[in-house]
């Protein structure tokens, strides 16, 4: 096979990036041609996504790959963050910018929503975790804050496919993304009539969902003269960030688990069909879209956005890397404090170390001293929840899980990979870094007959990226800190 180009804009909460794929000789090769900030905007005293920047971002990522590229892209394709998305109108106009998920509007929202639909009820449903800012406390916090507003609302398109939309004038709702939204039934890819209901929508607003590696279309003639790319076709290839991850997970057999690392973490398992029950309720998993009808069997925890917002803070005073951050947690004692990354504190505080030194004082522990003191708290405590995870994971499943694939940018940290081998005795596997844009390419790959497979996708990382080993070690110091650690968190 010829060398074939793929065009992947990949946009977390944090920043953005266009990546460009090569797939040649059974092996794929990424090269990132663009780079942009991703922060949420106030208006009015909420955040919100600068839609439009983003948008003039992707399209000088376009603008890259045709000069930079030999031969236009096969295709190219957006995945982004979960659970946001954008209002048109019958015109297709966008109603506004869209909200940021840590907006502060869903605040205590879940207990009114559920004197309408109980919690056991929305979870037979959908099989998701709650979490406030899920897509169906957002629409309604919408309906409730402004109800005249549905009355103008054509359609619901999540973010990545509000990009599409805005590439190509086609609306659909590609499968990954859509079940991040807690109003999709995963089990058969239908939206809830029930939960629509609760919130005061119409079926009819929500689009066809579509399963990943479907074409959408070619580029508008606009926009394809604009970026040089002309007659490229757009894919919906996996546009959940973590679901075209976990597709480039380099991993064979069963008896493994993942934790896709960045600003959150999520670990989980990846399933055959959603497995929704009584206990998956008790312990809040999610089932999410995955690729070739696999369902991705999470939790969502709190990853590395604890130590970002720490960063932002800090460089007021000195501009900190964060190789120099886990360097310097290197430096300080173990095991002096313990958090739960997921306690509401840590969601969006004005400042994180505040929020931390207050979490310690309030559950009778010193609170950490220094930077130092605090970047090794929240690397000890996300270790110690993904064993917490871990063992739900394992009663919950009932696989056995011999090895973790650590995938994502928190691949790269160090420090808290070998934390994850020594809390949970398991070896880790970390890379490649680049999962999500591997992913979005392979599958877009995939659309086009070029790989034949998610087993062949695999494949090919296999043989594309390095993969570092962390063996645990240290096992009775991490017995006794997770015993604290449980003690401490209530877990």
């Known amino acids: 096979m010829e060398p074939k180009s793929f065009l992947a804009f990949d946009l977390g909460a944090e920043s953005g990036r266009t990546i460009l794929g090569r797939l040649s000789d059974g092996q794929v090769h990424i090269r990132e041609l663009t780079r942009f900030l991703n922060s949420p905007v106030r208006v009015f005293g909420h955040l919100h996504w600068n839609i439009y920047g983003l948008f003039e971002e992707i399209k000088k990522g376009m603008k890259a790959a045709s000069a930079e590229a030999a031969q236009p892209p096969e295709s190219l394709a957006v995945d982004t963050w979960g659970v946001d998305f954008g209002l048109l109108t019958a015109g297709g106009t966008i109603l506004g910018l869209p909200y940021a998920y840590r907006d502060d509007r869903t605040n205590n929202i879940m207990d009114e929503f559920f004197k309408r639909l109980t919690p056991e009820e929305i979870y037979g449903r959908t099989g998701v975790q709650f979490m406030p800012f899920n897509s169906l406390f957002q629409l309604f916090a919408t309906a409730r804050d402004n109800p005249s507003l549905f009355e103008r609302v054509e359609s619901v398109l999540f973010m990545p496919d509000l ?13 990954t993304i859509a079940s991040t939204s807690q109003i999709l039934d995963p089990r058969t890819a239908i939206w809830d009539k029930t939960i629509l209901s609760a919130v005061g929508l119409s079926p009819a607003v929500m689009p066809d969902v579509l399963a990943p590696g479907t074409l959408i279309g070619d580029l508008l003639p606009a926009i394809a003269d604009e970026t040089g790319l002309p007659g490229t076709p757009v ?16 991993a064979q057999g069963e008896d493994w688990a993942y934790i896709c690392s960045g600003t959150w973490s999520l670990l989980g398992v990846e399933l055959p069909s959603a497995l929704i ?23 969502n925890i709190a990853g590395l956005w604890l130590l970002q917002q720490c960063r932002r803070e800090w460089s007021g005073s000195a501009d900190l890397s964060y190789d120099e951050l886990t360097r310097m947690a290197g430096e300080a004692p173990a095991f002096q404090t313990f958090i739960d990354p997921d306690c509401p504190d840590f969601l969006n505080p004005p400042s994180m170390s505040e929020a931390i030194r207050c979490y310690c004082l309030r559950t009778g522990q010193v609170p950490p001293e220094s930077p130092a003191d605090t970047v090794l708290c929240i690397l000890e405590s996300l270790a110690l929840k993904y064993r917490s995870t871990l063992d739900e994971l394992r009663l919950l499943t009932g696989k056995a899980i011999r090895r973790i694939h650590v995938i994502g940018g928190g691949s790269r940290n160090g420090p808290l990979c070998q934390f994850t081998a020594d809390a949970t005795g398991l070896t880790v596997l970390a890379g490649p870094a ?3 844009a591997t992913g979005n390419i392979l599958v877009q790959a995939m659309a086009l007959g070029y790989v034949g497979s998610l087993g062949e996708i695999r494949e090919i990382v296999r043989r594309s990226v390095d993969v570092r080993t962390y063996r645990p070690s240290g096992r009775s110091d991490w017995d006794r800190a997770y015993d604290r650690f449980r003690e401490v968190t209530g877990l």
């Open 163 to 175: 990009f599409t939309y805005l590439l190509t004038g086609e609306k659909a709702s590609e499968f």
């Open 277 to 299: 029950s009584p206990p998956t309720f008790a312990a809040n998993f999610t089932n999410e879209g995955g690729i070739a009808g696999t369902i991705r069997f999470l939790k």
């Open 235 to 250: 894919v919906a290839a996996a546009g959940h960030d973590t679901a075209a991850a976990v597709a480039a997970v380099p």
């Open 434 to 436: 680049e999962a999500t």
